[in-house]
């Protein structure tokens, strides 16, 4: 969630049947007292005892709301970074812990929060095309992650309620490299406050997200030339990634083959709609019989079509083909053969006149009136934006009982558009974040990968994802990969529990 191209061109039911937190009796905060490092003071955490049922297990947790002071190498306050925390009472200091965070850059990580990681989670009126007017729902969570391992949600510096502090500047965070540092800053303090060093460790990102997962391996295990300059000696047993953007700055494919791995994308939208003949196929069949076309027979067409070697004939047969993948109609195709996703969005309900989502293209809006403003015209984020940020609010309130002076920042896109740093230090320049994942993988050599995507997401495509792995070299025996019937947030859409017993297979495999 939170993933936005800039100008240009770069990614950046029911009640549970388990105890509802918010009719419970909240623990007053636990004393302790805040910290104050140079006149500036971290906030007192905010402490409250919970209960609820996650796959049979009965789980009292502790929740913590709170901000940790980051320092530079003068020891100098820079930021307070806010996280929440669930930890299980009672728990070994070996038991598996996931970091999880948003993407952006500029996002919060109330997402995966409330959507599918946390013991709360935001109950709407349907999964896929709900009402964007409230009232909306706050439920406990039967696919949370808390029956396997505690969980850190990290709201980046300039998201949620963190924010800089003290001698701290915006350059100093919002750049490629200063977030990765940041938030190994915050990890490596978190382990240290809680005596959880020898627990294994899990790192979970969307969108962005999974670029910052797939670089914190080389800011967590330091040198002399990673960011500042440290060794913390930290490792990674497991990263999950979602609707992932593992290319970045001029590390991408060139525009043919762009084209052709955005393909299958399109191809599964219109298959979402009735839009193409299925003819028996699973989703997963056709997605790969398109996928099979789309970088054989189309990406070959694409490249003559720009040097002007294709034959009408060739044309033909390739433009036959896209239509019966896509439902687009011949004369939407231009000589190129390439076909957007944003015009493709607009084509192909257009005689419905409807337009479909770009972070998911099973959500749709009337094409009329469009304002053109990318997430809020987004017929996917226009729709499930407001139901996400108003169950986090009322959990906030509620169940953690935290009290703020200032506004949470969902998504804060002004530290992506104005001054995010995409430069690099110590890797080759135009390294795709796919090749950082190999090399913590070369390093580690029992870290393991779940990649997740949505066949309906058209903005980090599930063949782009697994394109950039490729071309980096990411060990294939250790990375497993799923594809869900869903969008960009790839548990909406009766796929939550699906996601969630992934992601404990892989815990699972490691405590064997």
């Keep these: 969630m939170g993933l936005y191209r800039n100008a240009a061109g770069a990614v950046i039911g029911g009640l549970a049947a388990s105890l509802c937190l918010a009719a419970m009796p909240a623990a007053t905060a636990i004393p302790q007292a805040p910290a104050a490092h140079d006149g500036v003071t971290a906030l007192a955490p905010f402490v409250t005892r919970h209960q609820t049922q996650i796959r049979g297990q009965h789980i009292a947790y502790t929740a913590t709301a709170g901000e940790t002071l980051l320092r530079n190498g003068r020891d100098q306050p820079t930021a307070a970074l806010f996280s929440f925390a669930y930890v299980k009472d ?11 965070f948003n993407g952006g850059p500029g996002s919060s990580s109330l997402w995966l929060h409330m959507g599918v990681v946390g013991p709360r989670r935001v109950q709407l009126d349907r999964e896929v095309n709900p009402s964007n007017v409230p009232p909306f729902g706050v439920v406990d969570n039967p696919d949370s992650l808390l029956d396997v391992a505690d969980l850190v949600f990290i709201d980046p510096i300039g998201t949620g309620f963190s924010r800089i502090v003290g001698v701290g500047e915006p350059e100093d965070f919002y750049g490629v490299d200063q977030d990765a540092e940041s938030i190994a800053q915050f990890i490596e303090l978190w382990l240290s406050a809680n005596g959880r060093w020898n627990a294994p460790k899990y790192l979970m990102g969307e969108s962005y997200g999974s670029a910052r997962a797939a670089l914190l391996p080389r800011a967590l295990m330091g040198g002399p030339t990673t960011y500042s300059g440290v060794m913390r000696g930290i490792t990674i047993n497991g990263i999950i990634l979602l609707g992932s953007s593992l290319n970045g700055q001029g590390a991408g494919p060139g525009p043919a083959r762009a084209a052709a791995l955005n393909l299958p994308a399109m191809a599964a939208t219109a298959w979402s709609h009735g839009r193409i003949e299925r003819g028996g196929r699973s989703l997963a069949d056709f997605d790969a019989e398109v996928s099979a076309f789309a970088t054989g027979d189309y990406l070959n067409a694409v490249e003559k079509a720009a040097t002007g070697a294709l034959s009408q004939a060739e044309r033909a047969a390739v433009v036959a083909r896209l239509i019966r993948y896509t439902g687009v109609p011949a004369e939407a195709w231009p000589e190129t053969l390439v076909l957007s996703t944003r015009a493709f969005s607009q084509l192909l309900l257009a005689d419905q006149g409807l337009a479909v989502g770009l972070y998911d293209g099973r959500y749709t809006l009337p094409l009329a009136g469009d304002g ?6 987004d017929p996917a984020m226009g729709r499930y934006v407001p139901g996400f940020v108003s169950a986090f609010h009322q959990m906030l309130a509620k169940d953690l009982k935290v009290r703020m002076d200032r506004p949470y920042g969902a998504i804060v896109w002004r530290n992506l558009l104005f001054g995010w740093n995409w430069k690099r230090t110590g890797v080759p320049e135009g390294q795709s ?4 994942l190999a090399t913590a993988m070369r390093r580690n050599g029992d870290l393991r990968v779940l990649v997740a995507s949505g066949y309906f997401d058209l903005v980090t495509t599930p063949a782009a994802a697994k394109d950039a792995l ?21 548990y909406l859409g ?3 529990a699906a996601f969630s017993d992934d992601v404990r297979a892989l815990i699972a495999a490691d405590a064997r």
Excluded: K, N
């Design 372 to 377: 053109g403003e990318p997430v809020a015209d």
């Design 90 to 100: 009672d728990a070994p200091a070996d038991r598996p812990v996931i970091f999880v």
């Design 433 to 436: 974040f796919a090749a950082d």
């Design 494 to 496: 009766d796929t939550a």
């Design 470 to 490: 490729r071309q980096a070299g990411v060990p294939a025996d250790r990375t497993t990969i799923r594809d869900y019937e869903s969008g960009h947030m790839l």
